[in-house]
């Protein structure tokens, strides 16, 4: 059973920074591409950053491209998301999904941590 939890949410000012973690459980984290994805309250669900099985490539959507850092640890199945210069857009739950950028969407993901930018 595919199990995927988030952690390192809160409440942060302008300009701050949080690191998300997920860890996964119930397949081989080593052999699958993962994701983190968000979701503001009424919108859709946004491609944030993806990372190769292997952790060597990885791709982040232009919003966050130079604040967001995505990256794994393979032995210890975790998955990284290093958020700098957060501003209010980026409030929104955050979600480790299993899958690469084309093929998220259709796997499975966790519960998400929220993160809220506010002064």
């Known amino acids: 059973q595919v199990q995927l939890v988030e952690s390192g949410g809160g409440l942060v000012q302008p300009g701050g920074s949080l690191r998300l973690s997920c860890v996964a459980s119930g397949f081989t984290f080593s052999n699958y591409g993962m994701t983190w994805a968000r979701q503001a309250p009424g919108k859709g669900p946004e491609w944030v950053c993806s990372v190769a099985s292997s952790g060597e490539l990885t791709r982040c959507a232009d919003p966050v491209k130079g604040r967001f850092t995505i990256s794994r640890d393979n032995a210890k199945n975790l998955l990284y998301l290093q958020m700098s210069s957060l501003n209010p857009e980026d409030t929104a739950r955050y979600y480790c999904?299993?899958?690469?950028?084309?093929?998220?969407?259709?796997?499975?993901r966790g519960q998400g941590t929220q993160v809220t930018v506010s002064s």
């Open positions: 999904a299993q899958g690469g950028s084309s093929t998220w969407k259709s796997g499975n």
